[in-house]
C-alpha cells in the first residue's frame, strides 16, 4: 500500500487532471472520440519530443532554453536543403546533426567555461533564432517534398506517424534512463556531484551527453512541426521551450535536479495538449487560451513544488 499512496502524493494532480478529462469529455461534444483523442497526441508530439530531452538536462540541474531556437533553425536548414532538391533523408540529417551540434556546444559552455545553463542556452538560443531568421530573410519556406509532408500528416492503421514517432522516443528514453549506465550516471550527477567525481565518472561527458540529446530532440521536434504544418516559420519554435519546461515540472521532474521521468514527461505534454483542445473544441478565442491554460500550468507548478518541499521538510524533521 504504501508504494501507491506514495505515487498518489507525488502526482495527484494527475489524477485530478484525469477526472477533469472525463468531465470534459462528457461536457464537450467530440472530446472523447477516436479521432480527436489521436489528433491531440499528434499535437501534443512536439511538445513530447522537446521535454525528453529537457528531463534530462533537469535531472543533472541543468535548463535547456535554446531549444526553441534550435527548433527553428534546423528545420529552415533542412527545408532549404530540401527546397534545393537535396534528398530528403540527407536534408534531414543535416538539421539533425546540427541540432546535436548545438547541443553538444551548450554542454561544452556549461562544463568547460562553467558558464551557467540558464545563460548559455538562452544566448545560444538567440543565436540559433537568428540564424533562422537570416537565412531566409526572415521568410517562411514551404511546399516540401510529398515523402517529408507524410511524416507529418501521414498514418499507418489509422494512427498518425507523429504518435509512432513519439512512441519510439518515449520507449527509448525510458529504457535509456532506467537500464543502462548513462542513465544511472544521469541520475547520480543530478543527485550528487560529488558522488560521481568520487566514483572516477566523467561529469563532462554526461553532460555533453545531456544536452547534446536535448539538441537533437529539439531538431527532431523543430523538422516534425514543419512537415506537420508542411511549412518552416523561422520563429516557429519560440513557444515550445517553456510548455517542454512546464510539461517537465507538470509530470514530477524535480528542477533541483536528480529525479524525473520520461513517460512522466510524456504525460505532462498531454495534459497540457489536452487543455488547449478541449478549449479549442469550447469556441475559446485562441488569445484567452493562453491565459487560460498559462494559469493553469502555473497552479499546478507552484502547488507540486510547494507539495515537494514539505515533503523535505518533513524529512529533515523526522
Known sequence: ?????????????????????????????????????????RQSSIISLVAYGMTMVI??????LAVGGMMSCCAMISGLLMLQNWPVVLAVGVGLLVGIVMGAFNGM????????AFITTLVVGQVAGGIALVLNNGRSIGGFPAGYVFIGNGSFLGIPISNYITLVFVVFCTILMARTRIGIYIYALGGNDMVVKQQ????????Y???AFSGFCAAVAGI???AQLDTVHPTQG?????????ACVIGGVNMAGGEGKIYMSLAGALIIGFLRNALNLLGMH???????????????????????????ERGRVF
Open 1 to 41: 500500500m504504501y508504494p501507491v499512496s506514495k505515487a498518489l502524493k507525488q502526482h495527484w494532480f494527475l489524477l485530478i487532471m484525469v477526472v477533469l478529462f472525463f468531465t470534459v469529455g462528457v461536457l464537450v461534444p467530440n472530446f472523447l472520440t477516436l479521432r480527436n483523442l489521436l489528433n491531440v497526441v
Open 59 to 64: 535531472i543533472v540541474k541543468g535548463i535547456d
Open 109 to 116: 559552455m556549461v562544463q568547460k567555461l562553467e558558464v551557467p
Open 200 to 207: 572516477g565518472i566523467s561529469s563532462a561527458r554526461i553532460n
Open 209 to 211: 551527453f545531456v544536452f
Open 224 to 226: 516534425l512541426l514543419s
Open 238 to 246: 519560440s513557444n515550445y521551450q517553456l510548455d517542454a519546461v512546464a
Open 286 to 312: 485562441p488569445f484567452y487560451q493562453n491565459i487560460i491554460v498559462g494559469v493553469i500550468i502555473i497552479l499546478i507548478v507552484a502547488v507540486s513544488i510547494n507539495g515537494r518541499q514539505r515533503e523535505l
